[in-house]
Nanobody, 117 residues
Framework: QVQLVESGGGLVQAGGSLRLSCATS????????LGWFRQAPGKERELVAV????????HYEDSVKGRFTISRDNAKNMLYLQMNNLRPDDTAVYYCCLNATGGRSYWGQGTQVTVSS
């Protein structure tokens, strides 16, 4: 099994910054994608940022480009999301996700990010 544990969420004013962390452990895969999703109240879960199958290429949702940065520390089995210039519409529960070859996905429990105006 795979365990993903997010941390770093909280309440911040618009324009502020937060850094989310995701600790990964358990089963390892030779090829996988690792990224961040979010789900706001009443909305579907959406992709925020992800490392592709190569492990180095990245993709960002349009609204976070230039504000959010995804990074990883493979030696520590950690995934990060640096979020700058936060806006109220960034308010959501943020999830770490590992997508392995074969289509299996693993999710963390989520961390709440609330941005006040």
């Amino acid at each position: 099994q795979v365990q993903l544990v997010e941390s770093g969420g909280g309440l911040v004013q618009a324009g502020g910054s937060l850094r989310l962390s995701c600790a990964t452990s358990g089963r390892t895969f030779s090829k996988y994608r690792l990224g961040w999703f979010r789900q706001a109240p009443g909305k579907e879960r959406e992709l925020v940022a992800v490392f592709g199958w190569s492990g180095t290429s990245t993709h960002y949702e349009d609204s976070v480009k230039g504000r959010f940065t995804i990074s990883r520390d493979n030696a520590k089995n950690m995934l990060y999301l640096q979020m700058n210039n936060l806006r109220p519409d960034d308010t959501a529960v943020y999830y770490c996700c590992l997508n392995a070859t074969g289509g299996r996905s693993y999710w963390g429990q989520g961390t709440q990010v609330t941005v006040s105006s």
